[in-house]
């Protein structure tokens, strides 16, 4: 297991969506993200983890697991529910694609165009492992090791 890797379980729950976002964000400052950026990642964490909470459990609560991890220079980000699964993952990916009448369909667009890269492996039955990546336009992305240390008490 890569010892660099956070990961982070969560219930189903919509006040968790928040939470989420906040520590994707947090975990994206070890690479130079503009604020812009750091904002498009925060969409697409509330997007992936939304659509969890929403479709993938709407059957009843379950865990969300979230998994962040830089490798090369790249934030890699796991969004996996252990829900329902996606039937037909290429046709759920077209904008304006939905299965609830209230919503848009413009989840998985905006995953798609806010990170680099979007992998969606889903299977009936098993759940949706989501994987999104992205690469700080600046150059040198990679933040210099600080030496944050812990606060002196
Ligand atoms: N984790 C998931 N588990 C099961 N089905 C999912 C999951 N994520 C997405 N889907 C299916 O894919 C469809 C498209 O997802 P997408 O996020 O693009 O749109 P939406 O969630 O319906 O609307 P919006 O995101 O605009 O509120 C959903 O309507 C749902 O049927
Ligand atoms: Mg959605």
Redesign the pocket.
């Known amino acids: 297991m890569d010892a660099e890797r956070i990961i982070v379980e969560f219930p189903s729950r919509p006040e968790n969506l928040a939470l989420a976002r906040v520590i994707a964000t947090a975990f994206a400052t070890r690479l130079d993200f503009t604020v812009a950026e750091t904002e498009e990642i925060s969409v697409a964490v509330s997007?992936?983890v939304?659509?969890?909470i929403?479709?993938?459990y709407?059957e009843g609560p379950g865990i969300v697991r979230m998994e962040l991890a830089v490798v090369d220079g790249v934030l890699e980000i796991l969004v996996i529910?252990h829900?329902?699964?996606?039937p037909d993952v290429d046709r759920?990916?077209q904008p304006a694609?939905?299965?609830?009448e209230d919503?848009?369909?413009?989840?998985?667009?905006?995953?798609e165009s806010f990170m680099d890269e979007l992998e969606v492996d889903?299977a009936p039955g098993k759940?949706?492992p989501?994987v999104m990546r992205k690469r700080p336009e600046r150059e040198g992305g990679e933040r210099a090791a600080t030496g944050q240390s812990l606060p002196d008490r």
């Not at 829900?83 to 996606?86: A, L, M, Y």
């Not at 694609?97 to 609830?100: F, L």
């Open positions: 997007e992936a939304s659509n969890a929403i479709h993938g709407r529910d829900g329902c699964g996606i759920a990916r694609y939905t299965t609830s919503r848009m369909g413009l989840g998985f667009v905006f995953m889903s759940g949706t989501i």
